[in-house]
């Protein structure tokens, strides 16, 4: 038996995103995208000793990028919020450091890509608390991404690291 009190259609329209909420996905976004395109750029310009486990290994930065901006566009849409993933606002609004052009070697590569993974991991980590305060939903989102960027800049780095 249940003794609720029926909703009306306007109290059943789902969760709408702030605009801060919206702005903070949003900053999520380009630096995801960002991170997808340089990742492509330094997969098709990198040269040297274990090129081909770096080129594989960047091939992963590419597809976790991709598949996480798509998250996060795919979940603005779902608060109402209308994601912005043109090229203009991208370059215009990222966060991260421009990739420089022609090719370079492994070493010069792994500390270019680990730097713009960390980057993109501290704009997650930024916007972290104020989306956590208006929908935790979508923060648990952001603990996921930023496991698996870690997880990446860790196996991407330790290509450099000596022992």
């Known amino acids: 038996m249940t003794t609720g009190i029926r909703r009306t259609e306007a109290e059943l ?14 900053r999520v976004l380009v630096d995801l995208i960002e991170l997808h395109l ?3 750029q330094a997969h098709w310009n990198v040269v040297g000793t274990n090129f081909r486990d770096l080129h594989l290994q960047l091939d992963e930065v ?14 603005m849409r779902a608060l109402d919020a209308v994601p912005d993933g043109r090229s203009d606002t991208v370059a215009a609004s990222t966060t991260l450091p421009q990739f420089p052009a022609y090719e370079h070697s492994t070493s010069e ?6 730097a713009r993974i960390y980057g993109t991991v501290d704009t997650l980590r930024t916007v972290h608390d104020a ?4 929908d935790p939903s979508t923060a648990d989102i952001l603990h ?9 800049a ?5 290509e450099n690291k000596k022992v």
Do not use: H, M
């Open 13 to 26: 329209q789902g969760f709408s995103a702030s605009p801060e909420l919206s702005a903070n996905l949003q």
């Open 38 to 40: 340089q990742g492509k």
């Open 62 to 75: 590419v597809d976790f990028a991709r598949e996480a901006s798509d998250t996060i566009a795919e979940r």
């Open 109 to 114: 590569v792994v500390d270019l890509i680990t």
């Open 131 to 134: 989306v956590d305060a208006e």
């Open 144 to 152: 996921q991404l930023i496991d698996g960027l870690e997880k990446l």
């Open 154 to 158: 860790w196996l991407v780095k330790s």
